[in-house]
């Protein structure tokens, strides 16, 4: 259904480090950048890492990405209880011609 | 920057609607925009994004032939015009400033596709 693969759930206790995967193909991860949204309850999403691993203005450093070959990383340290939210990631697929999203990866902080 | 999506509403399977976002705080002629749905509690699906000048238009392959998009540089403004709607075209939509990413969103409209 989604072009791109993450795990539905993850968690973590605050102060830990969780790290959420985004896995694609040579058509999309594996020739372009990942981004990275965060979509907070009842809110728009918000974008929360660009070109792998740049943050826009205003994210904190505890949010940093990554990618090798064909799948994109988010980790986040120092968990907060504000980070509870759903994380996104997407990419450019040259195939489609698209862009396209994983599934989304719900982040309950315990 | 901001995005003010409109349009938005209840409209029966077959249906049309024309959706609207209004931009400001930034030059939009300078900018791809996109639209992008979410589902009842389903992710999001990006849907259909219009170069600066209009000249290259990208879809998703189920609005093809379905959904126009289309941008006015001189009000700052982006559409969606949908036709043939369906009921699994029900979902929030938002606009957004595109390229690289999806840098900033607008708060979205909901589109109920119901008989």
């Known amino acids: 259904q989604y072009v791109l693969t993450q795990t539905p759930s993850a968690s973590g206790t605050p102060g830990q480090r969780v790290t959420i995967s985004c896995s694609g193909s040579?058509?999309?991860?594996?020739?372009?950048?990942v981004n990275w949204y965060q979509q907070l309850p009842g809110t728009a999403p918000k974008l929360l890492m660009y070109?792998?691993?740049q943050r826009p203005s205003g994210v904190p450093d505890r949010f940093s990405g990554s990618k090798s070959g064909t799948s994109g990383s988010l980790a986040i340290s120092g968990l907060q209880s504000e980070d509870e939210a759903d994380y996104y990631c997407a990419a450019w697929d040259d195939s489609l011609n698209n862009w396209v999203f994983g599934g989304g990866t719900k982040l309950t902080v315990l | 920057v901001q995005l003010v999506e409109s349009g938005g509403g209840l409209v029966q399977p077959g249906g049309s609607l024309r959706l609207s976002c209004a931009a400001s705080g930034f030059t939009f002629s300078n900018y791809w925009v996109a639209w992008v749905r979410q589902a009842p509690g389903k992710g999001l699906e990006w849907v259909a994004n219009?170069?600066?000048?209009?000249?290259?238009?990208n879809y998703v392959a189920s609005v093809k032939g379905r959904f126009t998009i289309s941008r006015d540089n001189a009000k700052n403004s982006l559409f969606l015009q949908m036709n043939s709607l369906r009921v699994e075209d029900t979902a929030v939509y938002y606009c957004?400033?595109?390229?690289?990413?999806?840098?900033?969103w607008g708060q979205g409209v909901l589109v109920t596709v119901s008989s």
């Open positions: 070109s792998n691993a």
């Open positions: 957004a400033r595109d390229q690289p990413a999806m840098s900033y």
């Open positions: 219009i170069k600066q000048d209009g000249s290259e238009k």
């Open positions: 040579s058509s999309n991860i594996g020739r372009n950048f």
